[in-house]
């Protein structure tokens, strides 16, 4: 039966956002920040439909369906060359088998790194997963070996590349780049090399190493990600830049997909959706759990819609720690966090800081997070934010202005961090129904500020106390009641 249509406050107007009965949602540039009119994406037609000649096991190996590995016979030459001679506005579709498998149905496909070319769409069908090799050689970029080295002697290619327009990755199927297997000829997987140059104290820029992306998208007008599933990405699952225009619907995005066990590494640097020097991007209705930063907007973004999506594990909406060409024009409208590390999070430093302006932040739910909200010009390269200055010296100074946190609710007591680089690098953001549940003064961390009340429950006159804070009631009524939660907490989907 239909369902009764459901109404979204975006950006101080109302946007009627049909859910049911085969009506498009819509998010429109007149309401969001990016300025395209962005309509639920459709699957275009499929030029070649391929039939899936291998068989993914539960634990992750890659059989003829015999049970015998076919990790030698991986699918990369007639995938690509499906994608090369498909034409723009097709679809290359990866369906299962067709017809008997040694007495199953095929569901997997194995790859070296692909390039999908202009206008065409990679579609992955339900019940399919398209799997990432694991020998270092198919992603040496400097020559043979120069890839999964620590310390890095050269980077890797991504899994897919991207460098042409109105590219698809679509379909309710499975890319799993298999971060956590062990690689072949080596006794490491891509994770452990991660865990491996992670920084120390003797250390505290860590050791280089190398591996690849999942997908990697640069000068990719029009790239759309739709209903797509990425799981256990080697490295960040999705990087895009210097593209006008992209879109992320409906993704699914899992790592990892099974917990590690004692001796097993876990995923670093596995952040889920990474856009830098790009504008006019939408991340809508969208399901991220990879512990790390969910979504991690770079320097040089502007004009970005974040809408309706639920984040798990993994270190909540970040800004940074790159902002040195600025960012700007930023709604993130219909968040909810359930134990992220962080929540609202814009994080840089005196070496790699610039100026971050007119960001909104509104309707978002959290639960188990510590540190609901970190706005710092602190950053010392920490999965969460210090309270303290570290004293980083450097001429790129964040800056961080017209920032507007509306509709907050945090059901769990955690830090909040808000502060300014010094006089000249103030911070400045209004506050409007914002509540922590449980929240105290020895958890409001705050410096060189100028707040804007117009209605918290955080004790701000107390934090503000002797640290240069400047707290300005607003126009705006306090709420009579915290942003409801209701019903906004579900299982990952």
């Not at 309509?39 to 030029?47: F, G, M, S, Y």
Request: charged share 20%; with cysteine.
């Amino acid at each position: 039966m239909c369902e009764s249509a459901t109404w979204e406050r975006m950006c101080g107007r109302q946007l009627r956002v049909l859910l049911a009965c085969g009506v498009v949602a819509m998010v429109s540039g007149a309401w969001a920040q990016d300025t395209r009119t962005v309509t639920e994406p459709k699957i275009p037609a499929a030029c070649v439909k391929l039939s899936a000649n291998l068989l993914g096991t539960e634990d992750g190996r890659i059989t003829d369906g015999a049970g015998k590995s076919a990790e030698d016979k991986p699918d990369t030459e007639r995938i690509q060359k499906a994608l090369d001679g498909c034409g723009a506005g097709k679809a290359v579709e990866l369906a299962d088998h067709v017809g008997p498998l040694a007495g199953k149905a095929g569901n997997a496909y194995l790859s070296g790194p692909l390039t999908i070319p202009e206008g065409v769409t990679l579609l992955v069908d339900k019940g399919v997963t398209l799997f990432a090799s694991r020998d270092p050689a198919d992603y040496d970029v400097n020559g043979p070996g120069t890839c999964g080295t620590i310390p890095s002697k050269g980077p890797c290619k991504a899994f897919i590349t991207i460098r042409a327009k109105n590219v698809g990755i679509m379909g309710d199927g499975v890319i799993d780049g298999r971060g956590g297997a062990k690689l072949l000829g080596q006794d490491i997987s891509w994770w452990g090399l991660a865990v491996k140059g992670e920084p120390t104290d003797a250390l505290p820029n860590g050791i280089p190493y190398s591996d690849p992306r999942l997908i990697s998208a640069a000068n990719a007008d029009g790239f759309t990600m739709y209903r797509i599933t990425l799981h256990d990405s080697p490295n960040f699952h999705v990087g895009v830049s210097r593209t006008d225009g992209f879109t992320a619907w409906g993704v699914h995005l899992k790592t990892p997909v099974h917990e590690p066990g004692p001796n097993d590494p876990r995923p670093r640097n596995t952040d889920g959706i990474d856009p830098g020097s790009s504008t006019n991007i939408t991340i809508a209705h969208s399901w991220i759990d990879n512990g790390d930063d969910n979504v991690a907007i770079k320097t040089g973004v502007t004009h970005m819609s974040v809408i309706d999506n639920h984040f798990y594990s993994g270190h909540g909406m970040s800004i940074g720690s790159e902002t040195n060409t600025g960012d700007s024009f930023l709604l993130v409208d219909g968040l909810t966090e359930d134990h992220t590390t962080s929540g609202i999070r814009i994080k840089s430093n005196a070496t790699r800081g610039g100026l971050v302006e007119n960001m909104t932040y509104r309707n978002i739910c959290m639960r188990d997070v510590p540190i609901p909200i970190a706005i710092s010009p602190y950053y010392n390269n920490q999965t969460v934010e210090g309270f303290v200055d570290p004293g980083i010296k450097g001429t790129r100074i964040p800056e961080y202005r017209s920032i507007t946190l509306e509709n907050i609710t945090d059901l769990t007591p955690g830090d909040v961090l808000i502060a300014g680089y010094d006089q000249d690098h103030r911070t400045q953001v209004n506050l409007v129904n914002v509540t922590i549940d449980g929240i105290t003064p020895d958890k409001m961390h705050l410096k060189l500020a100028d707040i804007g009340n117009g209605g918290t429950n955080l004790p701000l006159a107390k934090a503000a106390e002797g640290n240069d804070v400047k707290i300005t009631a607003l126009d705006a009524k306090a709420p009579a009641k915290a942003y409801s939660c209701e019903g906004k907490f579900v299982t990952m989907r």
